[in-house]
């Protein structure tokens, strides 16, 4: 079984610059979440999606980031206009059960590392 | 403000012994627990996942979770030098999940 795919790896840009990462998770995994894990801390969820619905968005930075999984398979996460707090490894991850209400497990991809300049 | 609150570390033990890891966390309606494993420069990976009270073991590693005291263990015996990474501990409930900051263990020849 393949597991979460995401790309670029790596990115480097200036601040108010724009980036999009890109995940397609674990086939049949119904449930997607993109999280922010800054050095030192604990990965934080930035976004939720059950199918290709939002879920929950509650701690996303709206006035910059978005994020979209419009077929409910592959999902794209874009920060525009980045500024240098976002330098952070961005991880997307899926479960193939119906979200964390019901305790899903997760499969992390390996993340994208960005580096606002 | 939903806390999930572990020890940084770093915590350095020889191999061969007990490795004890620590959460506690805020959310009195929490209702999953899960340990990570996280190596430096790598993604989180799931080690145990625990929903009722008491213990559960998998091989070397038992979770315990006590959801009076709201805290929640992960016990690794036998530690090896492979076990050395940052555990990540994640506490679910009500569509969130949180993330502690994770304590490095150091499992030392």
């Known amino acids: 079984e393949a597991g979460v795919a995401q790309s670029p790896r790596y990115k480097i840009i200036e601040k108010r610059q724009s980036v999009a990462f890109w995940c397609n998770p674990i086939s049949g995994h119904a449930t997607l979440y993109w999280y922010q894990q800054i050095l030192g801390q604990g990965p934080k969820l930035l976004i939720q999606?059950?199918?290709?619905?939002?879920?929950?968005d509650s701690q996303l930075p709206k006035d910059r980031f978005s994020a979209e999984r419009l077929k409910g398979v592959d999902s794209t996460l874009k920060i525009q206009p980045a500024k240098l707090e976002d330098s952070a490894v961005y991880l997307c991850a899926s479960s193939r059960d119906r979200g964390l209400s019901v305790g899903g497990i997760q499969y992390f991809g390996a993340g994208t590392r960005l580096s606002v300049l | 403000q939903k806390e999930v609150e572990q020890n940084s570390g770093p915590l350095s033990v020889p191999e061969g012994a007990i490795a004890s890891l620590n959460c506690t966390y805020s959310d009195r309606v929490s209702q999953s627990f899960f340990w990570y494993r996280q190596y430096s420069g790598k993604s989180p990976e799931l080690i145990m996942s625990i929903y009722s009270n008491g213990d559960k073991e998998d091989g070397r590693f038992t979770a315990q979770l006590n959801k009076a005291s709201q805290y929640v263990s992960l016990l690794i015996r036998d530690s090896q030098p492979s076990d050395s990474a940052t555990y990540l501990c994640a506490v679910t409930g009500n569509n969130d999940m949180r993330f502690g900051a994770g304590t490095r263990l150091t499992v030392k020849p």
């Open positions: 999606f059950q199918n290709n619905g939002v879920v929950d």
